[in-house]
């Protein structure tokens, strides 16, 4: 009952209080929209890992099928034939391999800095380039085999 023995306020007082909350509130809608960004650079982050991950399981897939070529059509097609499909799938092996690393140091537009590290290049291209060697060694492999 006490506010009902004050005056009612003046137009400027009403409009300060009014601008403060004005004020107040665009505050937290900043910070929000400051979070979502970050959150959405976390989401990119993530993706391209997930991205990456991709093109080292169709290399990987790709690989076994090219070593698995050879063996697989040796009694129906003739044996070139066999040689040609199990190179050209480890060849494209390693192409997968190397996109992989090509796409994941160059993502693009930088983002807004994410809380979400990224993977360590260096780290990405000794393990890539370890499997292009596996991928060289299988092809020689495929060339060599009797059969």
């Known amino acids: ?30 910070s929000s929209a400051d979070r979502r960004t970050e959150l959405a650079a976390d989401r990119t982050v993530l993706a391209a890992e997930r991205t990456y991950a991709a093109w080292v399981r169709t290399g990987l897939a ?7 070529a050879k063996a697989l059509v040796a009694r129906v097609l003739p044996a070139w034939f066999g040689t040609l499909t199990g190179s050209v799938l480890i ?14 140091a160059r993502p693009g537009a930088p983002p807004p800095t994410p809380d979400t590290r990224r993977l360590p290049a260096p780290l990405l291209i000794l393990v890539n380039g370890f499997l292009i060697v596996v991928d060289a060694a299988a092809l020689v492999g495929v060339w060599l085999a009797p059969g």
């Open 91 to 104: 060849l494209f092996s390693a192409f997968c391999f190397a996109a992989a690393v090509w796409r994941q």
């Open 62 to 68: 790709a690989l076994a099928s090219g070593v698995g």
């Open 1 to 30: 009952m006490a506010d009902a023995n004050r005056p009612p306020p003046s137009a400027s007082e009403s409009v300060r209080r009014s601008a403060r909350r004005i004020e107040q509130s665009a505050g937290a809608q900043e």
